[in-house]
């Protein structure tokens, strides 16, 4: 029965020590993630900042990337709108003096 009994605590051992090696990894995992992102993110890098603030961080990076894209997504469907437009006018044949005058060529300020 003596014998039973260390069998039994060997394998609880095993069982422990294998939960904490797969704690271990888990930790270095997100540990490994955290540390991406603080180097991917502007506002993170070079300061010490908890978990928590890096999610928070890189979410607010991630909005500001989908804004700088939509705004560059608006801008070149402007240009081709534009482009669309000079195409049009120069498929109508304006005589070559005019294509090369800058004041004939409407240009609009973009903010």
Do not use: W
């Not at 560059?72 to 049009?88: A, F, G, T, Y």
């Amino acid at each position: 029965m003596h014998e039973h009994h260390e069998e039994k605590i060997t394998k609880q051992e095993k069982r422990r020590r294998a939960h904490l090696n797969s704690e271990k990894r888990r930790r270095e995992n997100i540990k490994g993630g955290l540390d991406a992102l603080v180097e991917l993110v502007p506002y993170c890098k070079n300061i010490q900042e908890s978990k928590a603030n890096i999610l928070k961080k890189t979410r607010e990076y991630i909005f500001h990337l989908m804004h700088l894209y939509d705004k560059s997504q608006m801008e070149v469907k402007r240009l081709n709108q534009d482009n669309k437009e000079l195409r049009r006018l120069l498929a109508l044949q304006v005589p070559p003096q005019q294509q090369t005058q800058p004041e004939n060529l409407v240009y609009r300020a973009r903010s």
